[in-house]
């Protein structure tokens, strides 16, 4: 095991914050039309596919 390079630390940075909640004022918004992210993942069975360079 090594150091992460540049790529892959961004990379996983990237898909820290994508793996969020759907803000508050949307789901106020859309009046509950759009209550959820459906591209959330689920750190133990959704892996990423990132490759080790």
């Known amino acids: 095991m090594g150091k992460k390079s540049a790529m892959k630390k961004r990379r996983l940075g ?23 992210n459906n591209r959330r993942r689920e750190w133990r069975t959704g892996k990423l596919r990132i490759k080790e360079d």
């Not at 994508?18 to 959820?36: H, I």
């Open 14 to 36: 990237k898909a820290c914050k994508q793996n969020r909640r759907m803000p508050v004022f949307v789901t106020v918004r859309t009046k509950r039309k759009v209550a959820s």
